[in-house]
């Protein structure tokens, strides 16, 4: 009988720890997934969180780019304009020159002197000769010829700067000189050439001499001027006074 109390008790304690225990377990069980489920969403915050501040500083970065990108946009876009203004300026002032000039020229045209005394043999504008090979040419006569000597010496009819001094088809030997305003001078058929590409020269310089190379009818200057690469009547730039027509 005191055995079977003894037994009851045993079991009831037994059962009263058992019972203790798995509250124990359960309690540290369920407190040991409540943490692990915070700490996940703690992650999860951190991750959004952190994800959040990398965007920012994206966003921060961009910023910070795309206002360097419109400060650097605004700078070149002032050189361009200063470029643009400089050369629009530097464009004015040349036209500004050149229409100064072509204003002297057209004011005074009897700038140009006589390149030697003699007689014109040929005027500007249509003409028919018969050249030293014996051949007809009709055209337009680009100039006026003046009838000298052989050898005779070619003054510069205005100052200038050689142009170009060689040969040239039909002129035979030739210079021609550049001078202000737009106005070309040409000496063709020389027999000699005394200067060279890009010499300077005043009004009545020696430049050459009177021959009859390239397609010639005889000794003479054969005088033209162009202004602005046109053929124009040389009598209208000639000093009236320097004219030798006999």
């Given amino acids: 009988m005191i055995l079977t109390s003894k037994h009851r008790i045993i079991k009831v304690v037994i059962l009263v720890i058992a019972t203790i225990s798995f509250c124990i377990f359960t309690y540290y069980r369920t407190m040991a997934l409540e943490n692990a489920e915070k700490a996940s969403i703690d992650k999860e915050k951190k991750v959004e969180y952190s994800s959040s501040e990398k965007n920012n500083s994206i966003k921060k970065v961009n910023k910070n780019e795309e206002s360097k ?146 397609r010639s009818t005889g000794p003479h200057i054969h005088f033209e001027v162009r202004y602005n690469g046109t053929a124009v009547d040389p009598l209208k730039y000639l000093n009236n006074n320097s004219v030798y027509n006999k």
């Avoid at 337009?140 to 205005?158: E, F, N, Q, S, Y």
Wanted: with cysteine; proline share 1%.
């Fill in 69 to 214: 990108i419109n400060e650097k946009e605004k700078e070149t876009s002032g050189i361009k304009n200063n470029d643009n203004n400089s050369q629009g300026k530097t464009k004015n002032k040349e036209v500004s020159i050149k229409d100064k000039e072509a204003e002297v020229v057209n004011q005074n045209l009897a700038i140009l002197a006589l390149p030697a005394n003699g007689r014109i043999s040929s005027f500007f504008g249509y003409r028919k000769v018969k050249l030293n090979d014996g051949t007809i040419e009709a055209g337009i006569h680009k100039g006026i010829d003046i009838a000298v000597p052989l050898g005779t010496k070619i003054g510069a009819a205005m100052k200038g700067q050689v142009e170009f001094a060689g040969v040239q088809e039909g002129y035979g030997n030739v210079i021609i000189l550049k001078h202000l305003g737009g106005l070309e001078t040409v000496y063709g058929h020389c027999s000699k050439i005394e200067v060279k590409n890009g010499d300077i020269v005043s009004t009545g310089n020696e430049i050459g001499k009177a021959g009859s190379t390239g």
